[in-house]
């Protein structure tokens, strides 16, 4: 079945630093690919998502690229902000299937 | 996307209670789900929820313990019965909005049981 693997955490970066989150997938078709970001006491947010092989998603500083050849997906920031600091879940949907999550990487970022 | 309206935010309740959970979507959508997150960990699909017939569990649960209901193509309810402290967890409607890839969560449900 589709699994998503990210890295563990909890990541901890200073102030402007670059952000790099790994995750990789496994899926027996094309699945669209999303980062989602949950803030401390919040509900799921959707970050970025891509839906075909060389799309690169983005917003917020943030972008991943939909890797096909090494089934890929990583999360990156040139330069992250307290404010980033939450949860990150690299999850993955195949057509109007349910979506699968990876365990979540936790990212504090100090001043 | 699709607007998602999730009632209670949070909650405290006895076990052996029941609490049941409401989701409301301000547009019609395809696919309606429910998620459970259990702390400090990541998300679990319940079930789908189906209009119009018995929602499809996953594996893990069942119908006695986490009963939906979908009566219309904007509205869903998750009922958690019988309530143990196990139970305690934030659960999460998400939709799936016409025309594909749109997929939104709600703010979640904070049920902690005592």
């Known amino acids: 079945g589709d699994s998503v693997t990210q890295m563990e955490g909890p990541v901890t970066l200073s102030e402007e630093a670059f952000l790099t989150i790994n995750c990789t997938y496994t899926?027996?078709?094309?699945?669209?690919l999303f980062w989602y970001v949950q803030y401390p006491g919040e509900g799921l947010q959707l970050l970025l998502k891509?839906?075909?092989?060389?799309d690169k998603g983005s917003n917020k500083g943030f972008e991943a690229t939909y890797r096909k050849e090494t089934t890929s997906f990583h999360l990156e920031k040139g330069s992250v902000q307290v404010s980033d600091s939450a949860v990150y879940f690299c999850a993955l949907r195949e057509g109007y299937q349910k979506v699968t999550f990876g365990t979540g990487t936790k990212l504090q970022v100090i001043p | 996307s699709a607007v998602i309206s999730q009632k209670p935010s949070r909650d405290i309740c006895q076990r052996g209670t029941s609490l049941t959970i409401q989701c409301q979507v301000d547009?019609?959508?395809?696919?309606m789900f429910w998620y459970r997150q259990q702390p400090g960990q990541s998300l679990t699909l319940i079930a789908t929820?189906?209009?119009?017939?018995?929602?499809?569990?996953e594996s893990g649960f069942v119908i006695d313990k986490f009963p939906i209901s979908r009566p219309n193509l904007t509205f869903s309810t998750l009922t958690v019965s019988n309530m143990s402290p196990e139970d305690s967890s934030i659960y999460l409607c998400?939709?799936?909005?016409?025309?594909?890839?749109?997929?939104?969560f709600g703010s979640g449900t904070r049920l902690t049981v005592v």
């Open positions: 899926a027996t078709g094309y699945p669209s």
């Open positions: 998400s939709v799936v909005g016409t025309g594909g890839y749109g997929y939104t």
């Open positions: 891509a839906t075909k092989a060389d």
């Open positions: 547009s019609q959508v395809t696919m």
């Open positions: 929820a189906n209009q119009g017939s018995e929602a499809t569990y």
